[in-house]
T-cell receptor, first 116, second 110 residues
Framework: GAVVSQHPSRVICKSGTSVKIECRSL??????MFWYRQFPKQSLMLMAT?????????EQGVEKDKFLINHASLTLSTLTVTSAHPEDSSFYIC????????????FGPGTRLLVL | AQSVTQPDIHITVSEGASLELRCNYS??????LFWYVQSPGQGLQLLLK??????LVQGIKGFEAEFKRSQSSFNLRKPSVHWSDAAEYFC????????FGAGTILRVKS
């Protein structure tokens, strides 16, 4: 149980285009999902907290107009990287909160984004 | 502010040897503490977590961790390492948002 999927697993796009990444909780409902970014050989950095039916909460330094988050249902959150640039290339990981307090997060397998 | 320090970037142990990965944290209240494992190109898998109660917690794959409040530590241990344990290990602290340490890469020698 408590499986989280991400799609796509990897994507290559041209600079200036937009890319959408989906995060789904497959066997549970998640009011809250989290989006993290991981640079090579570094730790995960929280980008934003996604709450179903409301606006996402972004961490300091994360551009909300560049990283659009939509949490339209209890099982799906999407991250859209708009006007992507090479510096946006990274590993993006989502998590879904099972219990509602943020303490029980189950992570997706991640999405590798490469912007050329 | 919350922070997590994993002092060891890399650790190499022989298969069958014991393992201890260090984690120190800074947190303003009683922390929720976690250890995750990440294989290359994969997401994170929860090994174990501490919320309250017994300070020695058991996790999956034979791992355990001990919460020591006086030392602000939550070290991960395993008595006998298997080659399949080679991965990167992250310690995290949080009560809502998770703050991760920089990770420790474990290599296992056969």
């Amino acid at each position: 149980g408590a499986v989280v999927s991400q799609h796509p697993s990897r994507v290559i796009c041209k600079s200036g285009t937009s890319v959408k990444i989906e995060c789904r909780s497959l066997d549970f409902q998640a009011t809250t999902m989290f989006w993290y970014r991981q640079f090579p050989k570094q730790s995960l950095m929280l980008m934003a907290t996604s709450n179903e039916g409301s606006k996402a909460t972004y961490e300091q330094g994360v551009e909300k107009d560049k990283f659009l988050i939509n949490h339209a249902s209890l099982t799906l959150s999407t991250l859209t990287v708009t006007s992507a640039h090479p510096e946006d290339s990274s590993f993006y990981i989502c998590s879904a909160d099972l219990a509602g307090g943020g303490e029980t997060q189950y992570f997706g397998p991640g999405t590798r984004l490469l912007v050329l | 502010a919350q922070s997590v320090t994993q002092p060891d970037i890399h650790i190499t142990v022989s298969e069958g040897a014991s393992l201890e990965l260090r984690c120190n944290y800074s947190y303003g209240a009683t922390p929720y503490l976690f250890w995750y494992v990440q294989s290359p190109g994969q997401g994170l898998q929860l090994l174990l977590k501490y919320f309250s109660g017994d300070t020695l917690v058991q996790g999956i794959k034979g791992f355990e961790a001990e919460f020591k409040r006086s030392q602000s530590s939550f070290n991960l241990r395993k008595p006998s390492v298997h080659w399949s344990d080679a991965a990167e290990y992250f310690c995290a602290v949080g009560g809502g948002k998770l703050v991760f340490g920089a990770g420790t890469i474990l290599r296992v020698k056969s």
